[in-house]
Nanobody
């Protein structure tokens, strides 16, 4: 009942920037937290950044000072601005959105993933 569409991944050189977007649609009454996770082959999915409905943000230590998460509650969209990218940032990035449906049921949805490759 909730669809997430991600965009913005791609190939970038070390030191470059990318901006990821994730738009949520469906029978959404309200959105609580929105976040970005990433995963590399053979590794567990890890939290990159998260933002609550009140605007509180949380970042993985490895991205602090380089990545910025933001949200647009009118468009139900979360963004991840990634600057000073490093080769170790290469991964599939997934967005995750938690909230309440119009049925007053909670939901927890994942995006399909977008590949970010940092390479010279």
């Amino acid at each position: 009942q909730v669809q997430l569409v991600e965009s913005g991944g791609g190939l970038v050189q070390p030191g470059g920037s990318l901006r990821l977007s994730c738009a949520a649609s469906g029978s959404i009454f309200s959105i609580d937290s929105m976040g970005w996770y990433r995963q590399t082959p053979g590794e567990q999915r890890e939290l990159v950044a998260q933002i609550t409905s009140g605007g509180f943000t949380k970042y993985a230590d490895s991205v602090k000072g380089r990545f910025t998460i933001s949200r647009d509650d009118v468009r139900n969209t979360v963004y991840l601005q990634m600057n000073s990218l490093k080769t170790e940032d290469t991964a599939v990035y997934y967005c995750k959105v938690d909230g309440i449906l119009y049925l007053r049921r909670s939901f927890d949805s994942w995006g399909q993933g977008t590949q970010v490759t940092v390479s010279s």
